[in-house]
């Protein structure tokens, strides 16, 4: 039961990935059918990242009270109550309400395997970076998808969306024994009263570490949520996506931790995807385009595993943890693709995206107040 369970999160993360991409991919489709400016089309990303945000803490406090099943089962079913209410509506502000239930469920889907995943395996960074690796999978596959199936309408693709979520829910619903998750490992403590303790306090929130880490991951989800949600409309108007790099590297950073330490990598990545992205801004030609927003993905890619990996000594202690690092880090992704989009409608695609760059220069700051730290 506890391999099915740890199976089903590698699932969760596969889909996550997919529905990363899914409101990106519709969203040339929705702003020609709904006649959305680009600051509308930022509030509708950031309206899905704000579910996100809502998720991490929903999630930690529905697995406390309600417990681990009921909590991913009811997230489940607000991904599909969206995806339907994306499909069906023609009123504009229920847009906003389909993508922020979209949002919830799967930032809670996502923040739950996570957090399932880092406790079955003790934390072990190569298998998370495995994790994030099948995320990756489902954000190739979801443009082909929506690219293959848009030639019909555009909201075919939400429909395989739902098939898959439908798949997860049921997958998680079979699982019977969910009390790997529910009893937390103290070391310091084999005393319930102990454990009970340390299953609601927020003492990490003290810990420096933690923060570093929060702050990295707010950085990197607003260049993350804003080039993927911006990505597909950004290279419309430049007249390719960076997945498929996502997922190699990711693959090359498993293998990297073997030899050079999270902190180094963290720091090599940072600023290399900062450069790389510069160069994309700057690219004109289709070849060095595509060149430069693979080199972006590649350079990303190891960076969230990275930082999940990091927090799991107080997110495998503290089951709040998590959904702090997930709101902190998701504040970012919703704010981020609105101001995107806000300064686009001023400066042009061009300026809107350059103001990631400078979320890009800040990360690489907190990457090497991390490495300073030492161990």
Request: aromatic fraction near 12%.
């Given at each position: 039961?506890?391999?099915?369970?740890?199976?089903?999160?590698?699932?969760?993360?596969?889909?996550?990935?997919?529905?990363?991409i899914t409101i990106g991919c519709t969203l040339p489709d929705m702003r020609a059918v709904y006649n959305l400016s680009d600051t509308l089309s930022g509030a509708l990303l950031s309206s899905y990242s704000f579910g996100n945000l809502a998720s991490g803490i929903i999630i930690g406090l529905a697995g406390l009270y309600l417990g681990q099943k009921k909590s991913i089962?009811?997230?489940?079913?607000?991904?599909?109550?969206?995806?339907?209410?994306?499909?069906?509506?023609?009123?504009?502000?229920?847009?906003?309400?389909?993508?922020?239930?979209?949002?919830?469920?799967?930032?809670?889907?996502?923040?739950?395997?996570?957090?399932?995943?880092?406790?079955?395996?003790?934390?072990?960074?190569?298998?998370?970076?495995?994790?994030?690796?099948?995320?990756?999978?489902?954000?190739?596959?979801?443009?082909?998808?929506?690219?293959?199936?848009?030639?019909?309408?555009?909201?075919?693709?939400?429909?395989?969306?739902?098939?898959?979520?439908?798949?997860?829910?049921?997958?998680?619903?079979?699982?019977?024994?969910?009390?790997?998750?529910?009893?937390?490992?103290?070391?310091?403590?084999?005393?319930?009263?102990?454990?009970?303790?340390?299953?609601?306090?927020?003492?990490?929130?003290?810990?420096?570490?933690?923060?570093?880490?929060?702050?990295?991951?707010?950085?990197?989800?607003?260049?993350?949520?804003?080039?993927?949600?911006?990505?597909?409309?950004?290279?419309?108007?430049?007249?390719?996506?960076?997945?498929?790099?996502?997922?190699?590297?990711?693959?090359?950073?498993?293998?990297?931790?073997?030899?050079?330490?999270?902190?180094?990598?963290?720091?090599?990545?940072?600023?290399?995807?900062?450069?790389?992205?510069?160069?994309?801004?700057?690219?004109?030609?289709?070849?060095?385009?595509?060149?430069?927003?693979?080199?972006?993905?590649?350079?990303?890619?190891?960076?969230?595993?990275?930082?999940?990996?990091?927090?799991?000594?107080?997110?495998?202690?503290?089951?709040?943890?998590?959904?702090?690092?997930?709101?902190?880090?998701?504040?970012?992704?919703?704010?981020?693709?609105?101001?995107?989009?806000?300064?686009?409608?001023?400066?042009?695609?061009?300026?809107?995206?350059?103001?990631?760059?400078?979320?890009?220069?800040?990360?690489?700051?907190?990457?090497?107040?991390?490495?300073?730290?030492?161990?």
């Amino acid at each position: 039961m506890r391999n099915k369970l740890f199976y089903t999160c590698f699932y969760a993360f596969f889909y996550g990935g997919v529905l990363m991409i899914t409101i990106g991919c519709t969203l040339p489709d929705m702003r020609a059918v709904y006649n959305l400016s680009d600051t509308l089309s930022g509030a509708l990303l950031s309206s899905y990242s704000f579910g996100n945000l809502a998720s991490g803490i929903i999630i930690g406090l529905a697995g406390l009270y309600l417990g681990q099943k009921k909590s991913i089962i009811l997230a489940l079913i607000s991904v599909l109550a969206g995806l339907l209410l994306l499909m069906t509506t023609h009123v504009k502000i229920l847009l906003f309400l389909a993508c922020a239930l979209i949002g919830v469920g799967r930032g809670s889907s996502i923040t739950f395997s996570q957090r399932g995943v880092s406790i079955l395996s003790g934390g072990n960074s190569r298998i998370i970076g495995m994790l994030h690796a099948f995320f990756a999978m489902g954000a190739i596959i979801a443009p082909l998808i929506f690219s293959v199936l848009r030639v019909i309408t555009w909201r075919a693709g939400l429909i395989v969306a739902m098939i898959l979520a439908l798949i997860e829910l049921i997958l998680f619903i079979s699982i019977k024994d969910y009390s790997a998750l529910e009893t937390l490992k103290d070391s310091d403590s084999d005393s319930d009263s102990k454990n009970n303790k340390s299953r609601k306090s927020i003492e990490f929130m003290k810990d420096s570490g933690f923060i570093i880490i929060c702050c990295s991951m707010f950085l990197y989800l607003c260049c993350e949520q804003s080039i993927s949600g911006w990505l597909v409309t950004y290279m419309n108007y430049k007249s390719m996506t960076m997945n498929f790099s996502l997922l190699i590297g990711r693959l090359f950073c498993v293998w990297l931790a073997k030899y050079i330490s999270n902190k180094k990598i963290l720091l090599i990545s940072s600023i290399s995807a900062a450069i790389f992205f510069a160069l994309m801004l700057k690219s004109e030609g289709e070849i060095f385009i595509a060149l430069s927003v693979a080199c972006v993905g590649f350079c990303m890619a190891g960076i969230s595993p990275i930082l999940y990996a990091s927090s799991a000594p107080y997110t495998n202690k503290y089951p709040l943890a998590l959904g702090m690092l997930f709101t902190i880090g998701c504040t970012g992704s919703t704010i981020m693709p609105f101001i995107t989009g806000f300064i686009a409608d001023f400066y042009g695609f061009d300026g809107g995206m350059s103001a990631i760059l400078v979320t890009f220069i800040l990360l690489i700051i907190f990457a090497v107040i991390n490495l300073m730290r030492g161990k």
